[in-house]
T-cell receptor, first 114, second 115 residues
Framework: EAQVTQNPRYLITVTGKKLTVTCSQN?????MSWYRQDPGLGLRQIYY???????DKGDVPEGYKVSRKEKRNFPLILESPSPNQTSLYFC?????????????FGQGTRLTVV | AQTVTQSQPEMSVQEAETVTLSCTYD???????LFWYKQPPSRQMILVIR??????QNATENRFSVNFQKAAKSFSLKISDSQLGDTAMYFC????????????FGAGTILRVKS
């Protein structure tokens, strides 16, 4: 079954404690990205990757890091989380180079930073 | 910059009736793609329908259809014979090659189907 697997689904952490949200896809997609969803703002892109070892900033990259060492995995790293990063996060993958393709999303991670 | 605007934060409809969700977008390019995604309470993002800007014919998928007005930069979603399972947040989104295939989303419209 084609899927994007994101973990954990829920996470409560304290300010400044480093955390990683994992994302893995089994569709051999080149393009992967991270979004955050906030009320009234929709989904905004944090970072994206066109292929292995190729990453770039999206619209709201401050406070986040990513890496793409393998095609299937694209973890999101918060090195020093702050309360304004409390949000719902989604990982997504798409077939590369084609803007008309369907994006497949993970189940979402609800992050609370206290 | 690309922007997508959904002007209806919330809507409700009676079961079996028809409802239309509005979406407008802004771009100076001619070649782009438009999508509607559904997010039910489970949080899963599900593609409902997509439209290619160079195609004049409006896309349809079963009970879902769009009204694509390119000159007006409008892309509304019509849901016919609404069902309780259609209750969800609906996002309009836009993508084009010149911007790295990024999906740009609107703020979303919460649709509630009432029995």
């Amino acid at each position: 079954e084609a899927q994007v697997t994101q973990n954990p689904r829920y996470l409560i952490t304290v300010t400044g404690k480093k955390l990683t949200v994992t994302c893995s896809q089994n569709m051999n997609h080149e393009y992967m990205s991270w979004y955050r969803q906030d009320p009234g703002l929709g989904l905004r892109q944090i970072y994206y990757s066109m292929n292995v070892e190729v990453t770039d900033k999206g619209d709201v990259p401050e406070g986040y890091k990513v890496s793409r060492k393998e095609k299937r995995n694209f973890p999101l790293i918060l090195e020093s989380p702050s309360p304004n990063q409390t949000s719902l996060y989604f990982c997504a993958s798409r077939q590369g180079g084609l803007p008309n393709t369907e994006a497949f999303f993970g189940q979402g991670t609800r992050l609370t930073v206290v | 910059a690309q922007t997508v605007t959904q002007s209806q934060p919330e809507m409700s409809v009676q079961e079996a009736e028809t409802v239309t969700l509005s979406c407008t977008y802004d771009t100076s390019e001619n070649n782009y793609y438009l999508f509607w995604y559904k997010q039910p309470p489970s949080r899963q993002m599900i593609l409902v329908i997509r439209q290619e800007a160079y195609k004049q014919q409006n896309a349809t998928e079963n009970r879902f259809s769009v009204n694509f007005q390119k000159a007006a930069k409008s892309f509304s979603l019509k849901i016919s014979d609404s069902q309780l399972g259609d209750t969800a947040m609906y996002f309009c989104a836009f993508s084009q090659l010149e911007y790295g295939n990024k999906l740009v989303f609107g703020a979303g419209t919460i649709l509630r189907v009432k029995s």
